[in-house]
């Protein structure tokens, strides 16, 4: 996108509207005094005391001239300063200022600093993420090249066996699987750091989805079917799916889905039989790419995604516990009014 531009013309400076508005303000006693002057017709050089109070008049309104000066036009010249600052050097220049002159100054300083960290932050987030996907898409991209020039040098000078054709295209086969299912994890990814679409589902629903997908599981909503998310109907389909196959895939054969309201916010605890998740790996568990499952196929997204989506629509997600009798998470959500 190409960043808007400022139509260049002459705009006055701070200090100059500051200086020419005071200074107006100081005529207005002079103005008076000249004015009685010619309706009295008095003639003659101004009194002493005429003079004395209107050269403290200019005193003081160039003091105030430069009061103000100081503290707006020296802060917001120092926060463009730093804005060139950051375009040029990145984190290391996200700093606070030296001055902030008022509290308004203050208070836009500490919101340009918050939206310049996230901004970084992204920007490392996507160089970091293209690094990853990179290495996800060149691995099974070099063995099915691999297994490809194995089956094409095959000749009746030096003839492969049947287990081994088998086994090059069962290995081209899992690789493009594996491809698909990565390919689809970053389309979910896409779609959750879009703008947030509004919209609610049912937990009966989402619930009945679940059931359709995961055979393999038995699903129960514990009482709470009639509960409303504040979640469309795709989203929460991305969110619920990506955690029922999380559970399916680490060996449970049971998935809990229980949603209550607490105030202005909705919690909803997934709860499954499954193996667990390793103290070392709690707090790994979202990054991208992190799987242990990564020689079955697992992408390591699909957390990373349910995070994602649910940030989107102003909630979250945590991991409550997780033992050998399973893992529990607890999604966090706005509750509809």
Known sequence: MRTPRV???????????????????????LLTVIWFRVVRAASGAMAPAEITTLAAVLILTLIVAYVLTRTLTVPINALIARTDEIARGGRSAIRPLEIYGTREVATLSQSFLDLAGKLVDHSDYVRSFAAHVSHELKSPLTSIKGAAELLRDDDDSNPMSPEQRNRFLGNIIAD????????????????????AEQGSSSLRDIVAQLKI????????????????????????????????????????????????????RMTIQVRDNGRGIADGNRDRIFEPFFSTRRDDGGTGMGLGIVRAMLASHGGG????DSSNDGTAFQVILPRIS
């Open 7 to 29: 139509k260049p013309k002459w705009r006055p400076p701070l200090a100059l509207i500051v200086y020419a508005v005071l200074l107006t303000v100081m005529m207005l006693p």
């Open 213 to 264: 997908q995961f055979r393999q599981l038995a699903i129960d909503d514990e009482g709470s079917a009639d509960e409303t998310l504040a979640l469309p109907g795709e989203a929460a389909g991305i969110v619920f799916a990506n955690l029922a196959e999380n559970a399916f895939q680490n060996g449970a054969t049971t998935l809990a889905i229980k949603a209550s309201g607490e105030g202005r």
């Open 176 to 195: 493009t699987e594996r491809l698909d299912r990565l390919l689809s994890r970053l389309r979910e990814l896409a779609k959750a750091e879009m703008p």
């Open 317 to 320: 997600i945590d991991l409550l």
